[in-house]
């Protein structure tokens, strides 16, 4: 948060002097590889202030990687100045070094940053990755007048893209925040608001995750779960089914209350019911999201019960 009000503040300082742009906003390299980001503006660079490279790893606070001016470390970073931009060549790439890379250039006493570009190294896939989609439960969507979903990344061992489309058109992409777990590994949560409306229209959601330069995804998509009056039919099985279990418990509970000491324990309160539930493929749970910016902007605190860094 420190950072992007940062890079906030040296914008509105510079006015409409000079802006970065970092037209890559994803790119996969594989290990050893030499990895190329551009960085370019409107305005002549040469002459200018000094140019600088960050890199924002999953989890942490950017750091300064290389400095354009000086010849330090050349073996690893070349930095390459141009007349309106600048390219980063980081030689023999590890997966250590995935994250976010961004320009910035000094200008009088401020620092300006570029849009950051996000360098996938490797393969972030392991044997314990998977990726679940959840949605907010239907009461909370009626009280806030938005569907929380979050794409859910387990278990993996480096960034990962992660994409929204909603029924075959790209959306633009979520806000991620990560868990790492004490073996190293990562849990990623991809979060995005949906208006009321749109949620309720019919239209597919779904969330699309490429873990290396494959091509291969995994897809998760979900829909409002608004069955036609003509496929009323195949619920009266599962229903007929459900009412007759919920009679059997009651009638259990009513022993369980009524006889404690014939069954040979007492009664006790009952543990509250767990926040997710499925209906109609959907997994529902509590997303506990922070709605002080309801612009989907700013995402303050993951799922309920999951404490992340940002």
């Known amino acids: 948060m420190i950072f992007a009000e940062y890079l906030v503040l040296s914008s509105l300082g510079l006015g409409v002097q000079l802006f970065l742009y970092q037209t890559q906003r994803i790119q996969f390299v594989e290990v050893s590889d030499t990895a190329k980001i551009h960085c370019s503006s409107k305005e002549k660079l040469e002459g200018g202030g000094e140019v600088f490279w960050y890199l924002r790893r999953e989890g942490e606070t950017p750091t300064c990687i290389k400095k354009c001016f000086d010849d330090q470390?050349?073996?690893?970073?070349?930095c390459k100045r141009k007349t309106y931009g600048s390219t980063l060549e980081i030689n023999n790439i590890q997966k250590n070094e995935s994250g976010i890379y961004y320009c910035a250039v000094?200008?009088?006493?401020?620092?300006?940053?570029?849009?950051?570009?996000?360098?996938?190294?490797?393969?972030?896939?392991?044997?314990?990755s998977w990726v679940?989609?959840?949605?907010?439960?239907l009461n909370d969507i009626q009280v806030t007048g938005t569907a929380n979903l979050a794409c859910v990344i387990h278990g993996v061992s480096s960034p990962v893209h992660v994409s929204w489309s909603v029924s075959g058109e790209l959306e633009e992409q979520g806000l991620t925040r990560s868990l790492?777990?004490?073996?190293?590994?990562?849990?990623?949560?991809?979060?995005?608001?949906?208006?009321?409306?749109?949620?309720?229209?019919?239209k597919n959601f779904t969330c699309e995750v490429k873990f290396n330069s494959s091509?291969?995804?995994?897809?998760?998509?979900?829909?409002?779960?608004?069955?036609?009056?003509?496929?009323?039919?195949?619920?009266?099985?599962?229903?007929?089914?459900?009412?007759?279990?919920?009679?059997?418990?009651?009638?259990?509970?009513?022993?369980?209350?009524?006889?404690?000491?014939?069954?040979?324990?007492?009664?006790r309160i009952s543990a509250p019911p767990a926040s997710e539930e499925h209906q109609g493929g959907i997994l529902y749970a509590h997303l506990d999201f922070d709605s002080r910016n309801r612009n989907g902007r700013t995402m303050q605190r993951s799922?309920?019960?999951?404490?992340?860094?940002p």
């Open 132 to 137: 679940m989609l959840l949605v907010s439960f």
């Open 303 to 309: 799922a309920r019960g999951k404490s992340v860094k």
């Open 73 to 78: 470390n050349v073996s690893k970073f070349v």
């Open 106 to 128: 000094t200008t009088t006493s401020y620092l300006i940053f570029g849009n950051g570009s996000t360098l996938i190294v490797g393969d972030s896939y392991t044997k314990s």
């Open 180 to 202: 790492k777990a004490k073996d190293g590994s990562l849990t990623l949560i991809n979060h995005i608001r949906v208006p009321m409306d749109t949620w309720t229209s019919g």
């Open 215 to 267: 091509g291969n995804s995994v897809k998760k998509s979900t829909r409002y779960p608004a069955a036609p009056a003509s496929e009323c039919s195949h619920y009266i099985v599962p229903l007929a089914a459900g009412a007759g279990l919920l009679l059997l418990v009651v009638s259990l509970s009513l022993v369980w209350t009524l006889c404690p000491s014939t069954l040979g324990f007492q009664p």
